[in-house]
């Protein structure tokens, strides 16, 4: 009965060793993926649910930074100290599903400064969050009407938030690996970093197409922002690179005269600044 004993404990030990080595290099790994997002050029990363409950507060409405149609995003901090911004997927949230596989597909495909960068996601349980990199300024809108911040913002910077837009958007009109047309571009997704330079976001709506169809395109499911829609977008559906610019436009407009094109305010005796800025236009002609 001697023999039996070998066959017995071998397996057992093989069994453990194996089971050590697979946790060893977990831990490894998982060290190696924390020191990775330390870094400027942070890899893609997969977070866990407790991870970013732990980062977040539960998601406490103290660090709520904003809300959209997706869901509501929240400010957070690893334990190394990096700063995050997480968006979380609302449960009533028709479209949001849609948009967290849009920036996943995109993440792989786009990388340049003036875009918002992701450093990963989390799908687990219920759950479907991503997370970017926190920038400290907010978003664009909060410095076009309010005087106070505006007055932050001499004409040099004004110009080079423009210009920064411009080559994110050339980017991914021309440059990146695929065309990209964003389709709801408006001050709220320019956010802002620490040294006032823009970065596109929000590509939950983006369209993704071969390099070489440059040709309009039409969707029956007009989504975006009235306001900022280009008018063949808003009534026919019809979009192209074009629509991006003409969003480009409405945001430079509102830039320089401090004014949004959307709101509660009027300009003169129309509803919106584009309606005021065509008059003027016209009689100049």
Known sequence: MLWVIPVVVVPLI???FLLFICYY??????RYARKKRQGENSEFSLFGLAELLEATGNFSEENILGQGGFGTVYKGQLPEGLEIAVKRLASHSGQGFIEFQNELQLIAKLQHMNLVRLLGCCSQEDEKILVYEYLPNKSLDYFICDNNKRALLDWSKLVAI?????HGLLY???HSRLLVIHRDLKPSNILLDSEMNPKISDFGLAKIFSSNDTEANITRRVIGTYGYMAPEY?????FSIKSDVFSFGVIILEILSGKQNSGQQQ???FINLLGHVSLYTNLSL
């Open 172 to 174: 991914l009109h021309k």
């Open 25 to 30: 290099r977990r831990r490894k790994g998982s």
């Open 267 to 269: 300009c003169g005796e």
């Open 14 to 16: 093989t069994a453990a």
């Open 162 to 166: 423009i210009e920064g837009i411009a």
């Open 234 to 238: 808003a009534s026919k559906g019809v």
